[in-house]
C-alpha cells in the first residue's frame, strides 16, 4: 500500500511541477496582453489541475495513513499474541 502511496505522491508533485511551470508563469507573472484571449481557458486549465492535484494528494494522505493504521493493528496483535 505504501507503493501506491508513492505513485499517487510522485504523479501530484508531476503535475504541480506542470501547473506551476506552464500556467502560473503565465497568469500571474506573465505579459497578460500577450495571453489576453487565452487567460479564461488557461484559468480553467489551472482549476481543473489544481482539483486532480487536491484528489492526488487525498488519496496519497488515504494510502499513507491506511498504511500506519494496519501496521499498528498488527503490531498490536503480535504483542497480544505475545502475552498469551
Known amino acids: ?3 501506491v ?5 510522485f504523479f501530484s508533485i508531476a503535475i504541480t511541477v506542470l501547473i506551476i511551470t506552464q500556467l502560473n508563469l503565465k497568469l500571474f507573472f506573465g505579459d497578460l496582453e500577450k495571453y489576453r484571449e487565452d487567460i479564461f481557458s488557461l ?10 492535484r487536491l484528489l492526488l494528494v487525498g488519496t496519497t494522505l488515504y494510502y499513507t495513513v491506511k498504511t500506519y493504521l494496519l501496521r499498528d ?3 498490536f496483535t ?3 499474541a505475545d502475552d498469551l
Open 43 to 52: 484559468s480553467v486549465i489551472w482549476l481543473i489541475g489544481k482539483g486532480i
Open 1 to 3: 500500500m505504501l507503493k
Open 5 to 9: 502511496a508513492g505513485s499517487y505522491g
Open 78 to 80: 503480535k504483542s497480544s
Open 73 to 75: 493493528y498488527l503490531r
